[in-house]
C-alpha cells in the first residue's frame, strides 16, 4: 500500500480522535438533559469512526499512533453557558470537513475513501446537532412528552472514570 494513503489515513486519524476527545470534554460542561444524551450519541458514534480508522491503519500496515494531548475546555459557567462550546465543536466539524474532504476525493482506495467519506458525512450531521444546541434547541434526538418534564441538570461527575 502507498505510504501517501498511509500518512493520509494516520493523520485523518489523529485530527479525528482530537474532536472525539474534545467532545468527550465538552459534554461534561453540557448541563442540559437532551442535548447531554445527544452528546453521549455523538461521542459513541464518533467512537465507531475512531475504530473503522484504526482498523484501516492496521489493515494499510501502519501501526497506530499515540492519542493526541486532551484540549483544554474552559469551564462553560452556569445555565447555559456550554452553549458557546457546542458553537466551537459546530465550526470545529465544519474546518474538519472543509480541510479534508478535497483530500479524501484524491484517494484510489475505493473502501478507505468511502469509508472516509462516511465519516465526514456523519460529521456534517453531527455539526446540525451542535448547531441546535448552540441556538438552544433542546430536541436534538427527538421530543419527550410533557409529562416527562426534565428537571434538574446533569452532573458532571457521572463521567468519573
Given amino acids: ?24 470534554d465538552v459534554a461534561r460542561h453540557v448541563s442540559d438533559y437532551d442535548v447531554n444524551n445527544a452528546y453521549q450519541n455523538i461521542v459513541s458514534r464518533e467512537e465507531t469512526h475512531v475504530s473503522w480508522l484504526q482498523h484501516a ?3 494499510l500496515g501502519a501501526p497506530i499512533p499515540a492519542d493526541p494531548a486532551r484540549p483544554s475546555v474552559p469551564a462553560a459557567g452556569k445555565g447555559d453557558a456550554w452553549k458557546a462550546l457546542a458553537a466551537e465543536d459546530a465550526r470545529a466539524n465544519q474546518q474538519f470537513v472543509d480541510h479534508w474532504r478535497p483530500r479524501v476525493e484524491t484517494i484510489t482506495h475505493a ?26 434547541r433542546t430536541d436534538l434526538i427527538g421530543t419527550h412528552l410533557p409529562i416527562n418534564e426534565r428537571r434538574g441538570v446533569v452532573a458532571d461527575t457521572r463521567w468519573v472514570e
Fill in 1 to 24: 500500500m502507498s505510504s501517501n494513503l498511509q500518512h493520509l489515513v494516520r493523520d485523518f486519524y489523529l485530527a479525528r480522535l482530537a474532536l472525539l476527545i474534545r467532545h468527550e
Fill in 57 to 59: 491503519l492496521l489493515d
Fill in 111 to 136: 473502501r478507505h475513501k468511502g469509508m472516509l467519506k462516511v465519516v465526514l458525512g456523519e460529521m456534517l450531521e453531527h455539526k446540525r446537532l451542535f448547531d441546535q444546541a448552540a441556538a438552544g
